[in-house]
């Protein structure tokens, strides 16, 4: 039995468990983060079609009871491993459950150089798309990106960049744990916490199997960060059986056209445009699966759709991304029951079709079009704020709390890092300070 005594322990190292641990780090705290995956980023396997089923649970064949298609990457950094690097800032609704995280987000934007493509890199086809959809009404806009250009990156790995980014140019959480060691944090890879340690409703600690050696860490605080699959999953093994009940998955699809002898969007950076349309509850951007990728997706369809494989690359594809409903549920061992209710299907239904008009005006035949199966993008909502956590992100467990995704008390239908990382200022402010802002 491996042991550790530590001030704080966090569980995840995403963007959340990341943030928080750096934070905290910084301000003097001794902090013992504890990540289930291994770092990636230095091997010869990363960004890559193997890679991506090596670092991913189910080697990325995680699906619902009901069918949905669930990308969990396993890896120091969490999902910004294997991510788009886009970001929005956190939407109004936080205000609702006494959370103010404009002020951090604005400062993660300052400090990353949050900010669109220039004109020039966000692709000739993907702009021709956003064009295409704003005269049909929409309000297509470039989208901010979480990139670094003075690495001197050309961008040129199209939707390959989904993978992981091989260059640096995208942000990484796993940057925030190297900036965490450096301010004096210790860090455990491949160490899989099992449950949350508490005594009298107060934790203090937590164990766990680490490279087949069990583990025990005893903590003053203990914060869980393990994503909104294996957070819910740890509370549930913590004695809080309701974690897990309900969730939402920004359930999305990709709407396909042949763009004919145009070259299509999957060969330019994805998601450099995006039209956010709040009233149906969707968002739209630009995105193709990447090339290997695209005939799994698609097999799952029906047997023809991979034939239309070989035009690949004279593909426009248009992402619709929709705040799904709170249903379903995260049971024991992670087991995913989420499907897509009436008014799901309902308002996916719309979207498509206005997808549709857009790659019908931008050149497509219209037989050539056709959606790809749900997939979940973001599993989140599964520990929600104002029902399982209080304003602080605390659980009924004293000192026990959640900074990820499962603290979301909607879906976003939005990308969720910038929201994630500004959670993660909020709270390790609200700890560093000793529970007092």
């Known amino acids: ?24 780090a910084r301000a003097g705290r001794q902090v013992l983060l504890l990540e289930r995956g291994r770092d990636w980023r230095t091997h010869p396997l990363y960004g890559t079609y193997p890679g991506a089923m090596l670092y991913t649970n189910g080697a ?20 910004t491993g294997m991510y788009c690097g886009c970001a929005t800032r956190p939407q109004p609704f936080w205000h609702e459950y006494g959370l103010n995280l404009d002020p951090y987000a604005e400062q993660t934007i300052q400090e990353l150089g949050i900010a669109p493509l220039p004109p020039e890199q966000r692709g000739r086809a993907s702009t021709r798309l956003a064009e295409c959809g704003s005269e049909l009404g ?15 990156c050309a ?24 900036e965490a060691v450096a301010a004096g944090c210790q860090v455990w890879t491949q160490a899989k916490v099992e449950r949350v340690l508490s005594e009298g409703g107060v934790a203090y600690g937590v164990s766990g199997i680490r490279r087949g050696q069990p583990f025990q860490v005893r903590a003053k605080g203990v914060i869980a960060a ?23 998955l920004d359930t999305t699809v990709i709407v396909y056209g042949h763009a004919g002898k145009e070259k ?3 060969l330019e950076p994805p998601m450099t445009w995006s039209y956010a349309d709040d009233e149906l509850g969707v968002m739209y951007s630009t995105l193709v699966d990447p090339w290997l990728m695209y005939p799994i997706i698609t097999l799952l369809k029906g047997p023809a759709y ?6 690949w690359g004279r593909t426009y594809g248009v992402m619709i991304k929709l705040h799904d409903e709170i249903s379903g549920q995260v049971g024991q061992r992670g087991r995913i029951h989420k499907g897509l209710t009436p008014n799901d299907q309902s308002k996916l239904a719309q979207a498509e ?13 219209p037989d050539t079009i056709f959606a790809t199966p749900a997939r979940g993008t973001h599993p989140s909502g599964t520990v929600r704020v104002g029902q399982m956590l209080s304003p602080q992100l605390e659980t009924e467990i004293q000192n026990l709390y959640v900074c990820d995704a499962s603290v979301f008390p909607r879906a976003l239908a939005r990308p969720t890092v910038l929201t994630i990382i500004a959670l993660g200022h909020y709270l390790s402010e609200w700890l560093a300070g000793g529970g007092e802002q």
């Open 226 to 248: 393990a994503g909104g699959i294996g957070t819910p999953v740890l509370l549930q093994n913590s004695g809080l059986p309701q974690a897990g009940q309900g969730m939402t």
């Open 1 to 24: 039995m491996l042991f550790a005594e530590t001030e704080f322990v966090v569980i995840g190292s995403g963007p959340g468990g990341a943030t928080v641990a750096r934070q905290l």
């Open 306 to 311: 991979p034939l239309t494989w070989y035009r």
């Open 60 to 79: 990325s064949f995680l699906y619902s009871r009901e069918g949905i298609n669930i990308i969990q990457p396993m890896m120091l950094g969490g999902a």
């Open 138 to 152: 929409g309000a297509w806009q470039p989208q901010d990106k979480f990139f670094r250009l003075d690495q001197g």
């Open 155 to 178: 961008l040129d790995c199209g939707a390959k960049c989904m993978l992981g980014c091989r260059c640096g140019v995208k942000w990484n959480a796993a940057t925030y744990v190297d």
């Open 264 to 266: 299509g969007n999957g």
């Open 353 to 365: 079709q206005y997808a549709r008009q857009l790659l019908i005006r931008a050149g497509c035949s």
